[in-house]
């Protein structure tokens, strides 16, 4: 089986072998962990490589996707001329009776997302227009919108069908983000933990953040068919996308800290 580095050095670290060509994966976790930093930096990855990205977005506009691709000074341009850059837009038409601009570059389909088996179909079409086969990359950013107008029964259902559709019929890597900020929204993330390959969970580490230190982590909690390291792996957004954690810095910064408490606690009580 053909497994696939990410490139990015803390999430290879929870998959040291790479993720199966044939995968559906969820990256699930609150706001602020940097879920769609992580697509656009592994999209951006796999172009690199050559393959092939098909980008579904239903959070924000095309237009944001590519900005979000230029902050890291990456030539998204670039990708999108030689047709590596495939977007499909579930956004704009929120739009459609107001003035907006002109098309935008790298759009190949527009989309309402009201209906699944329509969703679907486009899907597939564009990844069966373009070539993608054991090779390539679908993005879902996110299952949000998907859930604010389904039922988790429907939601659940379309995403086993990306999985057996594109993952498993086509050898295309599936990426789905899911924001689990309400209760509803973190039990469809359990459930899904069933459903898909694999699940990567963000969040902000509770402890550290009382001490007003943010310090995003990932965990591989399940990819089937390869080794995991599941443990909480440290990392940060910088100007290049995501890096891991110095620990030798991260252990000073948490002494200071520990250290200001320790002086103000002091202060308060005497």
Request: glycine share 8%; hydrophobic share 45%; charged share 25%.
């Amino acid at each position: 089986m053909e497994r696939v580095r990410t490139g990015i050095e803390p999430l290879d670290f929870g998959i040291p072998e790479g993720i199966p060509r044939t995968s559906t994966i969820i990256i699930a976790g609150a706001a602020g962990t940097g879920k769609s930093v992580f697509l656009v930096h592994i999209a951006k990855n796999f172009m690199e490589r050559g393959e092939k990205v098909v980008y579904l977005t239903l959070d924000d506009s095309p237009k944001a996707i590519l900005e979000m691709f230029e902050s890291f000074g990456w030539d998204v341009r670039g990708y999108v001329s030689k047709g590596l850059l495939l977007l499909i837009d579930g956004f704009s038409f929120r739009l459609k009776g107001f003035k907006v601009e002109k098309r935008i570059e790298g759009v190949v389909r527009e989309v309402r997302p009201d209906d699944l088996d329509r969703l679907l179909y486009v899907l597939t079409e564009v990844v069966d227009s373009n070539g993608l086969k054991n090779s390539g990359l679908l993005v879902i950013d996110s299952l949000n919108e998907l859930m604010f107008r389904f039922d988790l029964t429907q939601v659940l259902d379309f995403v086993r069908s990306v999985r057996a559709v594109i993952s498993k019929g086509r050898g295309v890597i599936s990426l789905i983000t899911l924001h689990t900020s309400t209760e509803s929204l973190r039990e469809l993330a359990a459930h899904l933990e069933y459903l898909v390959d694999g699940v990567i969970a963000t969040r902000i580490e509770p402890d550290l953040q009382e001490l007003g230190i943010p310090v995003k982590q990932l965990m591989v909690r399940k990819m089937r068919g390869a080794p995991t390291n599941p443990l909480w792996i440290p990392y940060v957004i910088v100007s290049d996308g995501i890096r891991g954690v110095d620990p030798n810095k991260l252990a000073s910064l948490i002494r200071s800290k520990l250290r200001q408490a320790l002086i103000t606690t002091r202060g308060s009580s005497g």
